[in-house]
């Protein structure tokens, strides 16, 4: 069973639009880590965000907001006002120990998300 | 130079050549990673090393050889590669393994195997 699953393969939005990015998570563990990173066309993954599973309070950074909530194994990216430089491939990704002393870090297939001027 | 750099960031090579692909990072972090990227497919952890010690493998074929000579620096080595492996390269460095920790990763270095 795929553990972070992104079910939107592509999204394409107008600048200004406001647009919400799905991430669903699997774990049986009680203490683990969201991520979002961004991959823009230049290759490199970009740290945005990391949560703990305790902390389902959202974020909010700018345009950029964050809602995680547990019951659901969701942790949604939403862009406000997006812009043409948003254009990239967003990936969410799960950390969890799983009964190690160490994290795993999975990833989401990613969504490529283009905003046309 | 600041994070995780890496060189070079293109690369083509034949399936006979040997080529090596670095990583440096200038965080201070103990742990680093290798990952490949492919067309379509979710990052692939290949490579860990915490400590200047590899830890972990995940089935990766032998053509692939990393090398870690300080907490600072990875290479991965790579020989008699197949055009399948043409893909991303990623590198990245943590603090240290814990499920906490926050991976940060350089540019890639972009693969073409002829």
């Known amino acids: 069973a795929q553990k972070v699953t992104q079910a939107q393969t592509e999204i394409s939005v107008v600048e200004k639009e406001d647009v919400t990015l799905d991430c669903v998570y699997e774990t049986r563990d009680t203490t683990y880590y969201l991520f979002w990173y961004k991959q823009p066309p230049s290759g490199e993954l970009v740290f945005l965000i990391r949560?703990?599973?305790?902390?389902?309070q959202n974020e909010i950074s700018g345009r950029y907001s964050w809602n995680f909530q547990k019951s659901t194994s969701s942790f949604n990216f939403t862009i406000t006002a997006s812009q043409v430089v948003d254009s990239a491939v967003y990936f969410c990704a799960l950390s969890e120990a799983g009964g190690t002393s160490y994290g795993k870090l999975t990833f989401g297939q990613g969504t490529i998300l283009t905003v046309h001027p | 130079e600041t994070g995780v750099t890496q060189t070079p960031r293109h690369l083509v090579m034949g399936m006979t050549n040997k080529k090596s692909l670095k990583c440096e990072q200038h965080l201070g972090h103990n742990a680093m990673y290798w990952y490949k990227q492919s067309a379509k497919k979710p990052l692939e952890l290949m490579f860990v090393y915490s400590l200047e010690e590899r830890v972990e493998n995940n089935s990766v074929p032998s053509r692939f050889s990393p090398e870690c000579p300080n907490s600072s620096h990875l290479f991965l080595h790579l020989h008699t590669l197949q055009p399948e492996d043409s893909a991303l390269y990623l590198c990245a460095s943590s603090q240290d393994r814990t499920v906490r920790e926050t991976q940060y990763f350089g540019p890639g270095t972009r693969l073409l195997v002829l």
């Open positions: 949560r703990n599973s305790f902390d389902e």
